[in-house]
């Protein structure tokens, strides 16, 4: 069964601080995954977006792993700031000449003063 | 322009009303989609639309109906609501649809409640 995991489903940090996010996935045969941020009610703005070949890939202050191995992401953010507050969606396609996307269910981002 | 624009912003319906939600983008984005999203949850695919041809319906029930009147954009259309119904509505677009390296750019929604 296609499946995206994401954990924790929410995380509280305080400003400046460093934190990683966790995504899982079964889906099969891979052929990219993504991580958004979603500020509460807009639309998910996309992070990164990686192939099977990539192992990491950055942007700014967040850091994007992936290993297709074991079928493991993860986003690291760098010194954590008010605005990274936020919903963080881990996504991934299959690869089978349609399109067939897969929704992690997010997680909650809170970073404190 | 990295854009996806979404009218209107906010939509309040009765369950008899019919109404229309809109979506445009000028990044020459070949594939579009409608995405349904409901409070803490990630968004449920409805429809997709590759070079202005509904190419994927995700067994949404008939009182939606998606439009594609060009490539730039898309329309729902609503009719005969349920309450359950209400929830962020969310457009996005990207290079194509056939499962390549393509980033789906997202509009900001539309905010709808069904009374």
């Known amino acids: 069964k296609n499946q995206v995991e994401q954990s924790p489903q929410s995380l509280i940090i305080l400003e400046g601080k460093n934190c990683t996010l966790q995504c899982n996935y079964t889906v099969s045969p891979f052929s990219n995954l993504r991580w958004y941020k979603q500020d509460t009610g807009r639309g998910p703005v996309s992070l990164t977006i990686?192939?099977?070949?990539?192992n990491t890939k950055s942007n700014g202050r967040y850091t994007a792993t992936l290993d297709a191995d074991t079928k493991q992401s993860s986003l690291h953010i760098t010194a954590s700031q008010l605005s990274d507050s936020a919903s963080y969606i881990c996504v991934v396609s299959k690869n089978t000449g349609g399109f067939k996307t897969i929704f992690g269910a997010g997680t909650r981002l809170f970073v404190k003063a | 322009d990295t854009e996806v624009t979404q009218t209107p912003k906010h939509l309040v319906m009765g369950m008899t009303n019919k109404k229309s939600l809109k979506c445009e983008q000028h990044m020459g984005h070949r594939a579009m989609y409608w995405y349904k999203q409901k409070a803490k949850k990630p968004p449920e695919l409805m429809f997709v639309y590759s070079y202005e041809k509904l190419s994927i319906n995700e067994s949404v029930p008939s009182r939606f109906s998606p439009e594609c009147p060009n490539s730039s954009l898309l329309n729902l259309h609503l009719h005969a609501l349920q309450p359950e119904d209400s929830a962020l509505y969310l457009c996005?677009?990207?290079?194509?649809?056939?499962?390549?390296?393509?980033?789906?750019?997202f509009g900001p929604g539309t905010r709808l409640t069904v009374l």
């Open positions: 990686m192939t099977f070949s990539e």
């Open positions: 996005a677009s990207s290079q194509s649809s056939g499962g390549r390296v393509d980033t789906q750019y």
